[in-house]
Nanobody, 124 residues
Framework: QVQLVESGGGLVQAGGSLRLSCAASGRTFSSAAMGWFRQAPGKEREFVATSGGNKYYSDSVKGRFTISRDNAKNTVYLQMNSLKPEDTAVYYC????????????????????WGQGTQVTVSS
């Protein structure tokens, strides 16, 4: 069983930055592709970024967000800069273990395990 716990969300003004963390336990973290998704009220869950052998970003965050990971700490990060009100959402991390299904299209169904989410609110 894999457990993913997100942290680092909060309230920030437009133009500000936040760094989200997702701590993983239960399986070999280094073998997983780790993704970040977000879901705003009334909207579907949306792909943000993923880090496996390749890194992919959604067009809406490319150039502003950076995904990174520390395999020694079993943690994946999402550095979010130049935040906009439309970035407001609950952010989830997810894990995909081999055989991999993750891709640049970032479908939630490609991931096996999910965290509980952390709220990010960007005020204008």
């Amino acid at each position: 069983q894999v457990q993913l716990v997100e942290s680092g969300g909060g309230l920030v003004q437009a133009g500000g930055s936040l760094r989200l963390s997702c701590a993983a336990s239960g399986r070999t973290f280094s073998s997983a592709a780790m993704g970040w998704f977000r879901q705003a009220p009334g909207k579907e869950r949306e792909f943000v970024a993923t880090s496996g052998g390749n890194k992919y970003y959604s067009d809406s965050v490319k150039g502003r967000f950076t995904i990174s990971r520390d395999n020694a700490k079993n943690t994946v990060y999402l550095q979010m800069n130049s935040l906009k009100p439309e970035d407001t959402a609950v952010y989830y991390c997810a894990a995909d273990f081999p055989p991999f299904r993750y891709s640049s299209s970032g479908k939630p169904s490609e991931y096996d395990y999910w965290g509980q989410g952390t709220q990010v609110t960007v005020s204008s």
